[in-house]
């Protein structure tokens, strides 16, 4: 899974696949599942830690998910 893929502008493709969400944990998990896996893709720390604070702005996770 490449996090730098996109279907959908709004999401990367931790978020959705073929257009359905598919990850059904609560934000707080995947937030953790997104960090871990910046960090495997070689992401640096600082940049990991961004993108995952910027998750708290996508639509779908807004809603308090």
């Known amino acids: ?3 730098g ?3 959908n502008p709004d999401y990367c493709s931790y978020c959705q696949k073929d ?3 598919c990850f059904t ?3 707080a998990e995947f937030k953790q ?3 871990t896996q910046m960090l495997k893709h070689g992401i640096p ?3 990991a830690k961004f993108f995952t604070f910027m ?3 996508a639509p779908h996770w ?3 998910k």
């Open 45 to 47: 720390n600082w940049k």
């Open 1 to 3: 899974m490449d996090p």
């Open 19 to 21: 257009g359905k969400f």
């Open 62 to 64: 807004k809603r308090g």
């Open 55 to 57: 998750i708290n702005f």
């Open 5 to 7: 893929s996109r279907q």
């Open 25 to 27: 944990g609560t934000k």
């Open 33 to 35: 599942m997104c960090y």
